[in-house]
Nanobody
Framework: VQLQASGGGLVQPGGSLRLSCAAS????????IGWFRQAPGKEREGVIC??????????YYDDSVKGRFTISRDNAKNTLYLQMNSLNSEDTAVYYC???????????????????????WGQGTLVTVSS
């Protein structure tokens, strides 16, 4: 079982990036998945989380990214995406994708507040927003 994150890089303020998270060994669309980030000197925080066992209604967006970031999934490729628009310096962080490989009825908010419940983590990809 593996999650492979990619797509990070340097982007100017106001720019966009799309992060990818390819899963192998299990199917993303059956379980809770999320994007987290950790900025230097700060704790890891949940950005967007969704419990696919519940459906899109479970999606949680942190206030800091609402209207700018979106999550999507390509089931054929078993890949999760994070589209990030209108980036600013506060978005600079290492971004991680994660999956909780048990079917539950918990909300996306539940998962974003509890990174410790996730079973699998990608290696992290660095996003730097700077001019």
């Amino acid at each position: 079982v593996q999650l492979q994150a990619s797509g990070g890089g340097l982007v100017q303020p106001g720019g966009s990036l799309r992060l990818s998270c390819a899963a192998s060994g299990f199917t993303l669309d059956d379980y809770a998945i999320g994007w987290f980030r950790q900025a230097p000197g700060k704790e890891r925080e949940g950005v967007i989380c969704i419990n696919n066992a519940v459906g899109v209604g479970s999606t949680y967006y942190d206030d800091s990214v609402k209207g700018r970031f979106t999550i999507s999934r390509d089931n054929a490729k078993n890949t999760l995406y994070l589209q990030m628009n209108s980036l600013n310096s506060e978005d600079t962080a290492v971004y991680y994708c994660a999956a909780h490989a048990r079917r539950t009825q918990d909300s996306g908010l539940y998962y974003c507040l509890r990174p410790y419940v996730f079973d699998y983590w990608g290696q992290g990809t660095l996003v730097t927003v700077s001019s």
